[in-house]
């Protein structure tokens, strides 16, 4: 048995080894270069690029690897190009390991998550600075283990170069057996010999994967210095400093009451006359045949708080995404401080990188019912990186702005933990964090309590009655809460199928709602309790 170990040491299997490497690499290098382009073709939006390569997709997933050898090195000669068998092999296999590279590429970046590409889109980054920042660093996380996998493919497919006489490690070993006879040992110690180098790939990845790991300390991670950094994980709190009521405590919470009738009116004095904020003329959009929003129109004015209402599928995301252009409308116009987003001044449609321009001029702040935070950053890069990347912002700025926005909602003490570690309620709290760090003029807010266990509601809420008493935000909230909408709306603004059913002030349709659809809305979702704070 120990006859096969002086084979291992043998300079020509030694040499068949390197020669094997060389192919690994030449056919790992291209396939993800050649693959790379494949995957950005097959996720372009030109469906001819996108065609071409589905089209070389199935050719080269779907034919031997060995018939693709000998027709690199027989069959191109008759076209005038005549490649060394190296060559023709490492051109071989890069283009057939491209095929399944792109693959990798691809589901990797539709492995993350779609809810942050919109609020990278949000807070005005470019389609560029959203893949560079938000989806590749994700994406790279996924990709490991299955770029680990093809490497190890590709070495073993790099024996079917013996077939047009690269001199690797099967094929030196095959000529060694043929001229010694000694068959087992040599394939034996051929075969050790491929093991030890696809146990040094897996060792690679493991230490990738273990590298690119979010939970380990950013300080011993040499890929952190490559990815984008964070800092290492704070220790868990045990209790929420800041805007919070005490999650443990045993008394049901709920919102203090209503504004007295004197203030509401010292409000409504002074939002009378005040510009527009948000302009929304006669908005139609469709899914299909499915009308979502038939013609709608609404004002905001500037430091007015506006709660939406209406029923599940009445159009209120829609509408929001709508103003912020992160949806494309039929017809109908939406100006922000008297701009259109999206199009030129003589209304064509601008492109996605001068939208997303547009959009970080404009000041549109959103947050989302689902938070979208950037899974891959802490609480601090999340609202300091958009400022840096969109706004230009110098480091060390954008970081003390985001320490004083999370020390505004309370969540000073879980700047440096990622999003996973953190609560709902404090996540949304981030999330609000993020969106006003680049001082909005107007904040959508879609939900924001929706997705939050009941006693993580009230810390949100918190944060957002202080934004509009305190503040003084323009404010624009699609929300369920209707005790929450009376006690801090100006205006209530009832929404179904698509168009503005009833609107006027938050006391008056929450208590006395005119039209049969609010009135039947207030019951159900427990009205009752609204007139009994009122
Ligand atoms: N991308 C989409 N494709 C097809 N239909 C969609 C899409 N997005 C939303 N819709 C449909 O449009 C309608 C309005 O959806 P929207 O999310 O705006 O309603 P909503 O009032 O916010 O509802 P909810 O209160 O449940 O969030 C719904 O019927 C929904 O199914």
């Keep these: 048995m120990s006859g096969f170990l002086h084979y291992l040491e043998m300079p020509y299997l030694l040499q068949g080894i390197l020669i094997t490497l060389q192919l690994t690499a030449l056919g ?45 090195y027989d069959a191109l000669p008759h076209i005038g190009l005549m490649l060394s068998p190296m060559m023709a092999a490492g051109l ?16 990797g970046v539709l492995g993350v998550d779609k809810g942050q590409v919109t609020a990278g889109q949000a807070l005005g980054m470019t389609p560029r600075v959203i893949m560079r920042r938000v989806v590749a660093p994700q994406a790279i996380r996924l990709m490991v283990p299955a770029l680990g996998n093809e490497a190890v493919t590709t070495l073993k497919n790099s024996s079917l170069a013996s077939f047009i006489a690269v001199q690797e490690l099967t094929l030196r070993s095959t000529q060694l057996a043929s001229s010694t006879f000694d068959f087992f040992s040599i394939f034996f110690a051929s075969g050790v010999m491929y093991l030890a180098l696809t ?24 890929a952190a210095r490559l990815l984008p950094v964070r800092r290492p994980v704070a220790p868990l709190a045990e209790k929420d400093a800041g805007a919070a ?39 139609h959009k469709r899914y299909g045949e499915h009308v979502v ?8 004015t500037t430091g007015e708080v506006v709660a939406l209402l209406g029923p599940s599928g009445s159009g209120k995301s829609t509408l929001l995404r709508g103003i912020n252009h992160l949806e494309d409308v ?27 321009g547009a959009r970080a001029q404009a000041g549109v ?40 926005l999370l020390e505004q909602v309370g969540l000073a003490h879980r700047a440096d933990a990622l ?54 935000l323009t404010m624009l909230i699609a929300t369920h809460q209707l005790r929450f909408a009376q006690e801090v709306a100006d205006r209530v603004v009832f929404m179904s199928d698509g168009s503005v059913t009833e609107e006027g002030p938050a006391e008056e349709i929450l208590t006395r709602p005119k039209h049969p659809a609010t009135a039947r809305f207030l019951r159900i979702m427990g009205a009752e309790s609204v007139g009994e704070v009122a």
């Design 293 to 300: 929003l038939n013609g709608l129109d609404m004002t905001v």
């Design 365 to 404: 702040g959103m947050v989302f019912q689902h938070f979208n935070l950037f899974s891959h950053l802490t609480a601090r890069e999340n609202v300091a990186g958009p400022l840096r990347w969109v706004h230009g912002m110098p480091a060390a700025r954008a970081e003390s702005r985001a320490d004083e």
């Design 199 to 222: 146990g040094a790939i897996s060792a690679i990845q493991l230490a990738a994967e273990r590298a690119l790991d979010l939970d380990r300390p950013a300080s011993r991670s040499w």
């Design 92 to 107: 071989a296999l890069a283009a057939n390991e491209a095929t399944f590279i792109a693959e990798v590429f691809r589901s």
């Design 245 to 283: 009521a005490p999650a443990e405590a045993e008394e049901p919470w709920l919102p203090p009451a209503p504004p007295e009738p004197w203030e509401r009116e010292a409000r409504a004095a002074a939002l009378n006359g005040a510009p527009a904020a948000v302009e929304v003329r006669d908005l």
């Design 28 to 72: 790992l290098l291209g396939g993800l270069v050649l693959g790379l382009a494949l995957a950005s073709m097959q996720l372009s939006r030109h469906r001819a690029l996108s065609a071409v390569a589905r089209g070389y997709t199935v050719i080269f997933r779907g034919t031997p690897l060995i018939l693709q050898l000998v027709f690199a």
């Design 330 to 356: 039929e017809s109908g116009a939406v100006l922000i401080g008297g701009r259109r987003i999206g199009y030129t001044d003589d209304g064509r449609p601008l492109s996605p990188t001068k939208v997303a």
């Design 419 to 472: 999003p996973r570690h953190l609560s709902g309620g404090q996540q949304q709290r981030v999330a609000i964090a993020r969106a006003l760090a680049p001082n909005p003029r107007v904040l959508l807010l879609d939900e924001p309590t929706s997705a939050l266990d009941p006693e993580l509601i009230h810390e949100v809420l918190e944060v957002i009655r202080g934004l509009a008493r305190e503040d003084g």
